[in-house]
């Protein structure tokens, strides 16, 4: 942490869609003023724990690592 430096907002607006053409669930949120980098993270439980799925500078990403059973995911974004 860098004394005097502001945080980056938090990212808002994720929303989270089923790709029936491909399995994936894609995600969106809007950009977060003062961010360069997104982390993603998923869990199965709500409230966590959450793994780390994604490092990136987008604002979307697709999740292929899902499963077709049936099983509900919890999204995190970090900026």
Request: hydrophobic residues 35%; without cysteine.
């Amino acid at each position: 942490v860098v004394s005097g430096a502001t945080p980056p907002a938090v990212p808002t607006g994720l929303t989270a869609t089923f790709d029936s053409m491909d399995g994936d669930i894609d995600l969106a949120w809007n950009t977060a003023s003062g961010a360069t980098n997104y982390t993603v993270s998923r869990s199965t439980i709500p409230g966590g724990p959450y793994t780390v799925i994604a490092n990136l500078g987008a604002t979307s990403h697709s999740d292929a690592s899902v499963t077709r059973n049936g099983s509900t995911y919890y999204y995190v974004i970090a900026s």
